[in-house]
């Protein structure tokens, strides 16, 4: 089955600093990768996500990169802000979803 | 509903007694997922409902969990004889298909095996 593995694992960066998160999967038939951004005691919530037939996806401070040769995927956050402090989950999966796997997260510190 | 509900959210049980865990998804979303988040890791994925039938349970980790969705809406997950070690934040999701994406995760139910 399909293995998520993300880092770092914790992230400390001053506010308006980027922070770069990465992830690697195994199985090459994955094609939808998402993140999540969880805040402490909350559900997952989507923020961004990419299917295959594109290598970069833009959503105003956020973007994510994908290598499928490589098996790699990045989550590149500009002009951090205190309240993207959360933690952030990478996962991959082929087309029905049903195989959904996640890395195990990265904690985002954004000091003021 | 506005989401996908779970109930209850806190549950204290003692070892080796039996524990039921409810999942209401989103009106219409016909796939249903359960996942098991430990402190400190990512969620981890236990079995998936298109409709009624589970479409794929191979992420339960024994015999001792087991879980229905009878009318292809609310989903119950069941754990017999339960553990120290199953003690985590068990985690519903649903979707509108199975392919569209984005999972919808309910608040979670935290377990508590003393």
């Known amino acids: 089955g399909e293995n998520v593995e993300q880092h770092p694992s914790t992230l400390s960066v001053q506010e308006g600093d980027s922070a770069v998160i990465k992830c690697t999967y195994s199985d090459s038939a994955s094609n939808y990768f998402p993140w999540y951004k969880q805040e402490l005691g909350k559900r997952p919530q989507l923020i961004i996500d990419?299917?295959?037939?594109?290598g970069e996806k833009k959503d105003q401070r956020i973007a994510v990169t994908l290598n499928k040769t490589a098996k790699h995927f990045s989550l590149h956050i500009t002009e951090t802000q205190p309240e993207d402090s959360a933690v952030y989950f990478c996962a991959a999966s082929r087309w029905n979803n049903n195989d959904m796997r996640f890395g195990a997260g990265t904690r985002l510190t954004v000091k003021p | 509903g506005a989401g996908v509900s779970q109930t209850p959210s806190n549950k204290v049980t003692e070892k080796g007694k039996y524990v039921e865990l409810r999942c209401d998804p989103i009106s219409g979303h016909t796939a249903l997922y359960w996942y098991r988040q430990s402190l400190g890791q990512g969620p981890e994925f236990l079995i998936y409902?298109?409709?009624?039938?589970?479409?794929?349970d191979s992420g339960l980790p024994n015999d001792r969990f087991f879980a229905v969705r009878p009318e292809g809406s609310v989903s119950t997950l069941k754990i017999q004889r339960t553990e120290r070690g199953d003690s985590a934040v068990y985690l519903c999701?649903?979707?509108?298909?199975?392919?569209?994406?984005?999972?919808?995760f309910g608040e979670g139910s935290r377990l508590t095996v003393l």
């Open positions: 990419i299917r295959s037939n594109v």
């Open positions: 409902f298109q409709g009624t039938g589970a479409a794929d």
């Open positions: 999701a649903s979707s509108p298909a199975a392919s569209t994406g984005e999972l919808f």
